[in-house]
């Protein structure tokens, strides 16, 4: 059985009664609820009140406490710590900053919850799908590139999570960190810094508790960079999709059918065709149909804009600033640079691209919306569907884009400034 099998056949058989069945929704879902993010109230799951209440406000106090105690041993410290761990820090300070800035903005929000119970209860194409042979073939492309997208996120996660931590502990093993009566002077590697009242330096059990504690930040800090991404890219494939969807309701418009008149215009004789009463009728419902359709695509994706605007304003603020710092790092051409750095700077670089290039798809298929809608059969309709169609062309001349925060459209525009100016930084830091 081949994948698209696997992913289709047999979906009433399979209880698939919902998007939220799905495997990649599923895995979504999994994830999500750890961190406590999952609106599982807002689709009519059951809730504990604890995880309703309590939950979000825990990891909320938890994120800010660490990102405190990350720059306090940084300030407490600057003087002992090498180059490469001062760089090291900043990583990690800003990595705790995107980190507080989504639990405040998406965990707790009721806003981020009320636009996924949309996406998951309104807007999936599961619910588009029946509508024509197009929109089905479409559900089916969007699914497998979601299930392929959540699965290829979810490896880099783990992947990255590992290696982060991994490094470090490699390196104090070929030291012979690990050994009996080690040698005086001789610190442990950790992955992250915080200023514990204990001694996680020279004694095992101290480093033992800390490596412990440093997986499970890393792997909450992981999940919520990744997991709000994969969300909001599932949420961009399906606006990409109605798009196409809609593109193609108006390129299969249907002509008109009535008899064909000839009439005399300079002395030629033209052929005239118009639409019948019953055929305008039809007319005006199709257009006032690809009208609400075309409102609800842009007021979805608006409202996703104003969820998380602020979530991707922070993230760009973020590769902009870590993709010079990571620069800096790897240029000490080191081989300790380079093992711990070079795999970091690649994954972030490529998410950065990754999110960006998803964001572009949508304002590129909305781009070929004026095009579709100059192309309706426009010639032959009374005046009152021209002042309708008229009105649809004017409301479909700019391209609909995901904004962070409003001010900058996401995508591969905004994604090559931040690249560029993060390489002229780079240039600059290592100038001076």
Not at 1 to 13: H, I, T
Not at 163 to 187: C, D, E, H, Q
Not at 234 to 257: A, E, T
Not at 277 to 289: D, G, I
């Amino acid at each position: 059985m081949n994948l698209k099998s696997f992913l289709f056949e047999n979906e009433a058989v399979k209880g698939i009664n919902t998007p939220s069945d799905y495997l990649y929704i599923r895995i979504l879902r999994f994830m999500l609820l750890i961190v406590g993010s999952w609106p599982r109230k807002e689709i009519g799951e059951p809730e504990p009140y604890y995880q309703e209440v309590f939950l979000k406000l825990f990891y909320l106090t938890l994120t800010i406490i660490w990102m405190i105690g990350f720059i306090s041993y940084v300030l407490l410290h600057i003087s002992e710590l090498s180059f490469l761990e001062v760089g090291h820090m900043y990583i990690v300070i800003l990595m705790s900053i995107v980190d507080v800035s989504r639990v405040a903005t998406l965990t707790c929000s009721t806003k981020y919850r009320e636009v996924a119970k949309e996406f998951l209860t309104k807007m999936h194409l599961f619910f588009f799908k029946d509508r024509s042979k197009y929109a089905m073939k479409t559900h089916k492309m969007i699914h497998l590139l979601s299930h392929l997208f959540t699965l290829w996120l979810v490896m880099q996660i783990f992947s990255g999570l590992s290696l982060f931590n991994l490094i470090p502990m490699y390196n104090n093993y070929t030291a012979g960190r690990y050994k009996s009566g080690v040698v005086l002077n001789s610190t442990f590697e950790h992955s992250l810094y915080l200023p514990y009242p204990f001694n996680t330096s020279t004694e095992m059990k101290g480093y033992v508790f800390a490596c412990i504690l440093h997986w499970i930040i890393s792997y909450l800090c992981s999940t919520w960079f990744g997991m709000f991404d994969l969300f909001l890219s599932l949420m961009v494939f399906q606006v990409w999709g109605h798009f196409k969807i809609l593109i193609n309701i108006l390129n299969d418009f249907p002509q008109p059918s009535s008899a064909s008149k000839f009439t005399m215009e300079n002395g030629f004789v033209i052929r005239v065709e118009k639409y019948s009463k019953e055929e305008l009728r039809q007319v005006s419902q199709r257009l006032a149909e690809c009208i609400i359709y075309h409102r609800k695509i842009v007021s979805f994706t608006h409202t996703m804009s104003d969820v998380f605007g602020p979530m991707l304003f922070v993230y760009y603020i973020f590769h902009q600033t870590s993709g010079c710092l990571l620069l800096l790092e790897c240029s000490q051409m080191t081989t300790q640079a380079l093992i711990r750095y070079v795999p970091l700077t690649l994954t972030l670089t490529q998410q950065l691209i990754q999110l960006s290039v998803i964001f572009e798809l949508v304002g590129s298929e909305s781009g070929k919306l004026k095009h579709a809608v100059y192309g309706l059969p426009w010639e032959f309709m009374d005046t009152k569907n021209r002042k309708i169609v008229a009105f649809f062309l004017m409301n479909v001349q700019e391209p609909v884009h995901v904004k962070a925060l409003g001010v900058a459209n996401v995508g591969v525009t905004t994604m090559a400034m931040i690249l560029k100016t993060s390489v002229s930084y780079f240039a600059f830091l290592r100038s001076v």
